[in-house]
């Protein structure tokens, strides 16, 4: 026995010390979300945009319980994919129950491949497009790729996705349902 007591305390250290590790990563990971959702918050919380018609639009002055951040690009094949389901479910919210804020992150030519697209997904007033000039408002949320969907209830964040979604699927319509009433 005495012979395998440096192997057996040899690998009861390294297991201490991998179970260790897992558990810190663990413990970074869950922290990470919590500040990332915080800098969202905080963001939220300041928040004073223009939208491409000209219309000031200061977060804190929102009435909607529900504001949905969407970050997107005319170049991006999966954000125009998701687009016809996000105006889909605006259109079945009234404004004071649900407002969306499209920022639009191309950097060249904004404006004009903004308007080709409204244009092309005949997009009236259902969303508030916001010309994200230099990336700024992407960059300040520290978001490394699009699109991503940030949905706020009452200036708290209930739902982040990076990628596409579907806006219009009954799951979504029901969340967002809930969250206009609490």
Known sequence: MKKFLPL????????????????????????????????????????????????????????????????????????????????????????????????NTDEDDQMKNIQKIVKKLNIKQELNIIPDKGTKIADGLKLTAIPVTIIFNRGKVVHYSNGPMDFNSAETIEKIKKWIKN
Not at 23 to 51: D, M, P, R, V, W
Not at 74 to 91: I, R
Request: hydrophobic share 45%; proline share 3%.
């Open 8 to 103: 057996i305390i040899f690998v009861m250290a390294f297991t201490a010390a991998i179970v260790g590790q897992v558990g810190y990563q663990t413990l970074i990971a869950a922290t990470k979300s919590e500040n990332e959702y915080a800098i969202y918050e905080k963001h939220f919380l300041g928040g004073k945009f223009e939208t491409i018609d000209g219309k000031k639009i200061e977060n804190t002055k929102i009435k909607a319980p529900v504001v949905i951040y969407n970050f997107w690009a005319s170049w991006c094949n999966p954000c125009l994919e998701e687009m016809p389901s996000l105006l889909a479910m605006k259109n079945k919210f009234k404004d004071d129950e649900v407002q969306i804020l499209a920022f």
